[in-house]
């Protein structure tokens, strides 16, 4: 009896590990109002979007590396640096000293003529200037293994034509008003549209309004989502309703911090989304109170305290993905709908 328990248990371990060989596992490290997601695909291919903050002691570097140790890789395929803020760039000098990385993507050179932001191009430049680069740009695949990966925005342009499952008349176009254009990074912002089998997830990094609405006004060249990652954490400045009604995504995750993005008017926007099933959040922020944050439960971090809670997606092929929230062990499960 004792034998054959055994024998069960080896055999549903493998089963466990077969399953985990075929899926995609998605890191939201909390860097504290900042951006670092971690995507692993089947065989350890992976791609991190934007890696942190710098200085605090590698408090990011070494949260992005104990991401990985957590997926078994040991290095890191491609880093996507969606635009040169310090909250996506900032982490990328002390990372590289934490864990290997392949090769980096992203914009070109930095637009923003700030001093801030020239310093932090310039940091960048000298960490990377012996490792490969992509130039990303809309339209291109990037050459990431087990998911694919299409840049949808880069430098300020858009895509130029809809990608399959997109290209509808966006009827959320009507009401809605451009903002005052934006000359900062944010709108140079490097988005991708990421596909594993049947799902497909939604990553602009901080794009701002105006841009959305080119790439999805009067048509929607994205198509539908199922998981949004909410832009530029959750501020208004971004999250036009143009853009996240005509994504329909089924799950959303901002990746704000306490006091970090999350304004009411965006999260609004993203809780009356049609079809919306799931809100999740890195931090409960103070901007929205108990009436606008998410339940308690789908939070990662709840207090003021630096206690950095993950989130973790796993998905099938088929379009079917959960949500672990590594502060409460919750996880709840999304089942395919295509
Ligand atoms: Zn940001
Ligand atoms: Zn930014």
């Given amino acids: 009896m004792r034998a054959l328990l055994v024998a069960l248990s080896a055999l549903a371990c493998t089963v466990a590990m077969q399953a985990a060989e075929k899926q995609l596992e998605i890191f939201f490290i ?3 109002g900042g951006q670092a997601t971690l995507f692993v695909a089947p065989g350890g291919h992976s791609l991190l979007i934007d890696t942190g903050w710098g200085y605090n002691a590698y408090r990011d570097a070494n949260r992005i590396a104990a991401a990985a140790k957590l997926a078994k890789i040991k290095k890191i395929d491609y880093v996507l640096i969606t635009h040169y803020h310090t909250d996506h760039v900032g982490g990328v000098p002390q990372l590289i000293e934490k864990i290997p990385v392949g090769t980096f993507i992203d ?3 930095n637009r923003e003529s700030s001093k801030t932001t020239e310093t932090l191009y310039s940091e960048y430049q000298a960490a990377t200037s012996s490792a490969n680069h992509i130039l990303a740009k809309p339209g291109e695949q990037l050459p990431v293994k087990g998911m694919d990966v ?3 925005s880069a430098d300020g342009n858009v895509l130029d034509h809809s990608l399959p499952g997109g290209g509808q008349a966006n009827s959320f176009c009507t009401d809605v008003q451009q903002k005052a254009s934006d000359p900062s990074e944010n709108a140079r ?12 997830i939604v990553d602009l990094g901080d794009l701002t309004w105006n841009k959305e609405l080119e790439l999805v006004c009067p048509n929607n060249k994205l198509g539908r989502a199922d998981i949004f990652v909410v832009s530029h954490h959750g501020f208004d400045e971004s999250n036009s309703p143009a853009l996240v009604h005509a994504l329909q995504p089924r799950v959303a995750i901002m990746d704000n911090g306490n006091k970090k993005g999350a304004s009411p008017a965006a999260w609004d926007i993203v809780k009356s989304s049609p079809g919306l099933q799931g809100l999740w959040q890195l931090h409960f922020a103070d901007a929205g109170g108990s009436e606008h944050n998410a ?3 789908f939070i990662a971090n709840v ?6 809670y993950y989130l ?5 092929p088929d379009g079917s993905f959960r949500v672990y929230n590594a502060r409460n062990k919750l996880s709840k499960e999304y089942p395919a709908t295509r």
Avoid: R
Avoid at 303 to 308: I, K, N, P, V
Avoid at 312 to 316: L, Q, R
């Fill in 303 to 308: 207090t003021e305290a630096d206690t950095g």
């Fill in 107 to 109: 914009h070109g050179p």
């Fill in 312 to 316: 973790k997606v796993t998905a099938d």
């Fill in 150 to 152: 299409t840049v949808v």
């Fill in 30 to 32: 909390d860097v504290e």
């Fill in 189 to 200: 912002s490097v988005g991708v549209v990421i596909t594993f089998g049947s799902l497909k």
């Fill in 295 to 297: 339940e308690d439960p």
